[in-house]
């Protein structure tokens, strides 16, 4: 199903789905192993937007049709780009994945084939990240005369340590999905078939939670990291105590002593 955009846009590189508080962003270039070019940035980002705006979607996924989940950007259209065509493209990058960083809604990643260069850094933006087990997930600009341009230089060393996140930023070489796993870069490995049956039962799972307490907590972790403990504590300290004037505290706390299910309203 295509959704139109707000704007009255058909978009014509995703295909977006809302069903059971899950909005759905599949990425639909399977002929160029679904590359990220500027057109479909641009569609990214109104999509978030609207999944966003959306107070009846509780988390997104995000995916790819095909045997990529995003192979990387689209280097016929990088090619011959000038400093200043580069700069916006990778300020365009940089816009588009700090929307899914800041947005309301957890993100999960289903890597279901190649997650190279721009692909790596779609990843990492996201909350949770399940792989195919055939999945490959990389950087491999190096290779190419170039470094990472969408963050993968800045979340890399974030999620995986400096030392892990230099030698593979440096020698450009591709892990398959167990030794992502490995060293924390996704949070679980399934079979191919089964990829997103596992992911589509996580959102459901999440879905079930308070949606003010899942942006509390992907904010509180977003910010915290960087920056120093003590501030970070208030922080928590902060979110926590609003917490309190919300109807799904009061709602979850007395279903828990009333021992039933709590449903929560996101208010």
């Not at 309190?244 to 279903?255: L, N, R, V, W």
Request: hydrophobic share 40%; charged share 25%.
């Amino acid at each position: 199903m295509i959704i139109v955009g707000d704007l009255g846009m058909a978009f014509k590189n995703i295909v977006v789905e809302k069903k059971d508080g899950i909005g759905t962003i599949k990425i639909n270039r399977p002929n160029v192993l679904n590359a990220l070019n500027k057109d479909t940035i641009i569609e990214l980002s109104k999509a978030v937007e609207e999944l966003e705006k959306d107070k009846n979607i509780k988390v997104a996924i995000l995916t790819g049709e095909g045997k990529a989940f995003i192979a990387g950007a689209d280097i016929k259209q990088m090619s011959n780009m000038t400093p200043l065509e580069a700069k916006e493209f990778a300020e365009m990058g940089h816009g588009m994945l700090t929307k899914i960083e800041n947005s309301r809604l957890p993100f999960i990643a289903a890597i279901n084939g190649f997650a190279l260069g721009g692909g790596c850094e779609v990843l990492m933006a996201c909350d949770v990240c399940i792989a195919s087990a055939s999945a490959k997930i990389g950087q491999p600009e190096i290779n190419l005369g170039i470094h990472p341009g969408f963050g993968g230089t800045q979340r890399l060393p974030r999620l995986v340590g400096r030392m892990k996140a230099k030698e593979l930023l440096l020698t450009g070489r591709n892990l398959d999905a167990n030794e992502a796993h490995s060293i924390g870069l996704v949070n679980m490995v399934v079979e191919d078939e089964k990829l997103m049956e596992e992911v589509k039962k996580l959102a459901g799972k999440i879905a079930s939670k308070s949606p003010v307490q899942t942006a509390f907590i992907k904010a509180l972790v977003n910010k915290g990291i960087d920056i120093d403990l003590n501030s970070a504590r208030s922080l928590e300290i902060s979110y926590f105590s609003s917490g309190f004037s919300t109807h799904d505290q009061k709602e979850g706390m007395k279903a828990f002593l009333e021992k039933r299910k709590p449903v929560f309203k996101g208010k």
